[in-house]
């Protein structure tokens, strides 16, 4: 029995793993260590990390920069309580983070991780209204979206075999279609309709990506924006997949001209090093809260709110993300992903392709309505794997969303890789 065999025995005793029917799966790979772009399980062989481990891991694996800055912190303070303390990493993170968001956003308030960074900004929302004595209660959300797996993150999610065991008890929500040219008229009207009920307005932008990586057009969600902000609905951008350059800038809301009042963050915020969470309001929002009435304060925290040493492992990240040559490793990996989208679109097997920024996603023709249980995706997860190739399938929607240091050398080896797979599987 090899060390690999034994220590996927050993987990199977002890281990539950997410999103995954643990009767049936099938051994989960030792990784020992990881460096640039692969990952090496304990055989040795080697794995591209073509989806950057759940789209947290932005800048490649053990990254020296963010190890040397994160060494450096742990010995000279790891954690405190963050009620009536602060500390440097914390602060210099808001201040350097603030400036870099869309619009105007005035205060950051620290968690763990992207779900919780939504809980806080619905929470924020639901009681900016209630603080004001003009309680709205309902939320508005698209059909679909994927926003996290606790309570709240789960009800302004679409309702989908990861909430069915929990629909009964998700609170309210008024969900929409995805915004396109046919349905705009229809969509801002709706929302004015709705203006007297409706505290905000919670979307993925650009991007649902768990349904599918499902991709829209700026423009009409800035009318989306803009008919909000004319009904006084408070909006939220769940950038938690989007931010720190998946889209092709640091920001997808870059993209737009109406600027939400809340921001989601967290994946890429620490390089994929440490869980963090950040949730960033304006001073509008701040502001109702802001009272000598005690009630009108947000209860919400966390034991490792604003951990410094995530702090750290994010000031590093941005260190290495606002470096000239970062962003231009989002715009070549944009422009070969455009390049291998044009060379696979029309194939029979391919039912669509799309792409936005540094994510490209190949819905696989199956004959049936796309689904996340899909037989297919078992097949296909296996064989990138035997290729040495981790690509994670949304059911037929194989999707590439890589480190940045990606080189063409290994994209062209995982364009070929899907090539091969549209012909043989």
């Known amino acids: 029995m090899s060390s690999q065999t034994n220590l996927a025995a050993r987990d199977r005793k002890v281990i539950w793993h997410p999103y995954t029917q643990m009767k049936d799966a099938l051994p989960h790979i030792p990784i020992v260590r990881g460096e640039g772009v692969h990952v090496f399980d304990e055989d040795g062989k080697k794995y591209i990390d073509a989806v950057s481990s759940w789209w947290v891991n932005i800048h490649g694996h053990s990254h020296p920069h963010i190890a040397k800055k994160v060494s450096e912190q742990l010995s000279i303070l790891e954690h405190v309580i ?30 763990d991780n992207g779900s919780t960074a939504v809980e806080v900004a619905l929470k924020m929302c639901l009681q900016y209204w209630n603080n004001q004595d003009k309680p709205k209660t309902k939320i508005l959300a698209f059909k679909n979206a994927y926003h996290g797996d606790t309570f709240g993150a789960m009800s302004v999610s679409g309702r989908s075999i990861f909430t069915d065991a929990f629909n009964s008890m998700l609170f309210d929500v008024e969900f929409i279609d995805l915004p396109n040219a046919e349905n705009i008229s229809r969509l801002t009207s709706h929302i004015s309709y709705l203006s007297s009920e409706v505290a905000c307005f919670i979307f993925e932008p650009l991007i649902l990506g768990s349904a599918g990586m499902l991709m829209y057009e700026a423009k009409y969600l800035d009318q989306l924006l803009e008919a909000c902000k004319n009904a006084e609905i408070l909006t939220i951008a769940d950038e938690v997949m989007t931010g720190f350059g998946r889209t092709g800038t640091y920001f997808a809301c870059e993209k737009l001209q109406n600027q939400p009042d809340i921001f989601c963050l967290s994946k890429g915020l620490t390089g994929g090093t440490m869980p963090l969470g950040v949730t960033t309001c304006t001073n509008k929002i701040f502001e109702a809260f802001f009272s000598d009435d005690k009630v009108k304060t947000l209860y919400h925290g966390h034991s490792f709110t604003a951990n410094p040493l ?116």
């Open 310 to 425: 995530s702090c750290v492992a994010s000031l590093a990240s941005l260190d290495i993300l606002l470096a000239p040559e970062t962003l231009q490793n989002i715009k070549r990996i944009e422009a070969k992903h455009a390049d291998f989208r044009n060379q696979i679109a029309h194939h029979k097997k391919v039912k669509t392709v799309r792409q936005t920024g540094t994510i490209i996603a190949i819905e696989w023709e199956t004959g049936n309505k796309t689904s996340y249980l899909s037989n297919l995706r078992n097949t296909l997860y296996q064989y990138f794997l035997d290729k040495g190739i981790i690509l994670r399938p949304l059911g037929n929607i194989v999707y590439i969303l890589p480190p940045y240091i990606i080189s063409d050398a290994e994209l062209d080896y995982i364009y070929d890789a899907i090539k091969l797979a549209l012909e043989e599987v």
């Open 82 to 111: 963050f009620a009536g303390f602060t500390h440097e990493p914390a602060v210099l993170l808001a201040e350097r983070l603030l400036p870099l968001l869309p619009g105007k956003q005035d205060k950051v308030f620290y968690t």
